[in-house]
């Protein structure tokens, strides 16, 4: 059974930086894709940005593209990069992981972390 566990959330000002981790366990090395999401109080959960962990091609929503950056440290870990944070980026933060592909439905990905909150103030 794979777990993932993310780091690295917090309390930031608008502008500032923060650098999430996730690693994933329970898998001698990971394949497929891992990738984070988010959701703030009330809206949907929606996918900021994945990577496909053989051949390392990402993907990075449009409303984060410039300022987030998706990274893969090893076959088990991966990072997420964010700059120039804002208030609306706000959220939970959640790895998640599949082992077939990169899937565009939120609900299509198999292992999920426990999140990690992130809050930017103005």
């Known amino acids: 059974q794979v777990q993932l566990v993310e780091s690295g959330g917090g309390s930031v000002q608008a502008g500032g930086s923060l650098r999430l981790s996730c690693v994933a366990s329970?898998?001698?090395?990971?394949?497929?894709?891992m990738g984070w999401f988010r959701q703030a109080p009330g809206k949907e959960r929606e996918k900021v940005a994945t990577i496909l962990i053989g051949s390392g091609s990402t993907y990075v929503a449009d409303f984060v593209k410039g300022r987030f950056t998706i990274s893969r440290n090893n076959r088990n870990t991966v990072s997420l990069q964010m700059n120039g944070l804002k208030p609306e980026d706000t959220a939970m933060y959640y790895c998640a992981a599949d082992s077939r592909a990169c899937w565009s439905s939120v609900r299509q990905y198999t292992y999920w972390g426990q999140g990690t909150q992130v809050t930017v103030s103005s």
């Open positions: 329970g898998y001698t090395a990971m394949r497929g894709c």
